[in-house]
């Protein structure tokens, strides 16, 4: 009797403990899923935190767009762990989590069939021990009743009436104790029955549903087992594109290309400074001409940079001050931000211009049409838009000369132009020489110069000169090899100042 209890209680605690697995190994899932959601945001903060707009052209084109895709990538990535994240919840947390609950109520029901089928095999041998003791007690009567009966019919001073009531009190003692003992037999079969009904049919019945309910809650589990590692398998062919994506970003950096790149947005225009001269002081010779440069004329040719700069790329400088004009920059980069705010004043002026079709359209329309609106309305917008398209007209007539002022680089093969001398186009660079010298006072001479060559001062701010023409100085070389000198006429102008020797005023 005692077997069945023990075989009960061992594959209920068997089953309890498969189930505490399950749950356990869904707690772990959730914790795993988490850890991947909480990986994906950090790399999705991360690459955004670094994909931010480029607040320097210092950094390589070529390799700073590599390094842009990688964050692109990286992105991508961090989405596939999200992937990852949400499948694991999906296919092991929730579905199990749906399974646990109808596993325990299933394995709910078996137990409480077992537990039924234990509680009446007891009551019924219950039944049984209960007939079995009043058979026992009934027969000890009958036993007594009848020995009773044969002690008084032997009893000779017993009467008759004595020995017929002692009698039939031991038959009918018999007769109760063959009752109990005919319950008693038919209570056995029925515990037999029940038992046998219990132990070869019900409790196995039960137990076979039981272990068919914990196989295939390890089979379960063991699928949950395969989607841990299928769910990351699933994403990895996705994963490895962003992997090979970052590899091409990295092969695809070219140092070259990034270094032409930085050459051709920062270069200045400038030619190398040529050799110093010696200048003999000891014979009073003057600094601008010289017995051993009279053939071979020394010609500055940026009127930017100072003497004191002849090595800027090397040397610390501070920032130059932004002017709207870029006087600051060197002449080719001078040059491409004109160009660039040409660009932009143009794009804005035509803009300007068909907001202005447009608006003059909607008067003609209102001036047919008085229903639909007031042309006087419109009348701030059409002068507002009339003074922007006034002003950037003048912007871009300003720009469009100062972008177009070539400064020559002056040089010869024997030295010096002649009359037919004319410059090399592809020589030219852009520079801004000052347009309002005209509208100043003129200012005194400080000397005199003597032209030893000829000079066309076919650009803009310069002024021609014939070989042995004398002029009057008005501001003297400020480093940039350039002078500015005055006929008597009053035409005033620059002229290079290796081209004439000079005598200041004392």
């Known amino acids: 009797h005692s077997w069945d209890l023990d075989q009960y209680d061992i594959i209920e605690k068997h089953t309890q403990s498969g189930l505490e697995l399950v749950e356990k190994y869904v707690k772990f899932a959730k914790e795993r899923t988490e850890i991947e959601q909480n990986y994906a945001k950090q790399l999705r903060n991360l690459s955004k935190k670094y994909n931010q707009k480029r607040s320097s052209k210092d950094e390589p084109e070529c390799s700073y767009q590599a390094f842009l895709d990688i964050l692109t990538e990286m992105n991508d990535y ?6 990852i994240a949400e499948n694991l919840m999906m ?21 409480m069939d077992a537990k039924k089928a234990q509680q009446s095999l007891e009551s019924t041998y219950k039944q049984l021990d209960s007939s079995k003791k009043r058979f026992e007690r009934e027969w000890r009567e009958a036993e007594r009743a009848a020995q009773y009966a044969e002690k008084t019919d032997q009893d000779i001073n017993a009467t008759k009436a004595d020995v017929e009531k002692a009698k039939q009190q031991a038959h009918m003692r018999a007769h109760v104790a063959d009752e109990c003992k005919n319950d008693y037999a038919a209570q056995l ?28 809650r390890i089979q379960k589990l063991a699928q949950g087992y395969v989607l841990f590692s ?29 270094s032409m790149i930085v050459i051709e947005q920062n270069k200045s225009g400038f030619e190398r400074p040529g050799d110093l001269e010696f200048e003999d002081y000891s014979q009073g010779i003057n600094r601008a001409s010289s017995d051993s440069s009279l053939g071979t004329p020394k010609v500055s040719v940026d009127p930017w940079k100072k003497k004191t700069n002849n090595f800027w790329l090397f040397s610390k400088r501070s920032k130059p001050t932004v002017t709207e ?30 907001q202005s079709e447009a608006l003059g359209k909607m ?3 209102y001036e047919k049409n008085p229903q639909m609106g007031d042309p006087a309305s419109l009348a701030s917008q059409i002068n507002q838009t009339s003074q922007n398209i006034e ?26 132009y002649s009359d037919e001398s004319t410059p090399d186009p592809s020589q030219a660079i852009y520079a801004e020489f000052d347009d309002d010298f005209e509208d100043e006072d003129l200012a005194a001479p400080i000397g005199k110069c003597t032209a030893m060559y000829n000079f066309p001062g076919a650009s803009e701010g310069t ?8 002029l009057a100085v008005v501001e003297e070389d400020k480093g940039d090899g350039w002078t500015r000198v005055r006929r008597n006429n009053g035409d005033e102008g620059y002229i290079p100042t290796s081209y004439v020797t000079i005598t200041l005023n004392k």
């Open 391 to 416: 002003r950037l007209r003048g912007e871009q007539s300003l720009l469009s000369t100062l972008y177009r002022k070539p400064v020559y680089f002056l040089s010869s093969p024997d030295g010096a």
């Open 363 to 365: 008067k003609d329309v």
């Open 230 to 258: 299928d769910t990351e398998k699933h994403v990895m062919p996705i994963i490895g594109k962003c992997l090979e994506g970052i590899t091409k970003a990295g092969t695809n950096v070219n140092e070259k290309n990034d």
């Open 189 to 216: 079969q029925k515990y037999n029955k029940e038992q046998n009904q219990f132990y070869f049919s019900d409790m196995p019945l039960i137990f076979n549903k039981l272990q068919d309910l914990d196989e295939r």
């Open 463 to 470: 002024i021609a000169m014939q070989e042995g023409e004398v």
């Open 91 to 111: 296919n092991i947390c929730i579905d199990l989590t749906k399974y646990l609950q109808d596993f325990k109520q299933e394995r709910k029901t078996y137990l």
């Open 78 to 83: 961090a989405g596939q762990r999200e992937l």
């Open 325 to 354: 004009d870029f006087a600051h920059l060197p002449p080719e980069q001078r040059r491409k931000r004109l160009q660039q705010k040409l660009d932009e004043i143009c794009k804005e002026l035509q803009k300007e211009v068909d």
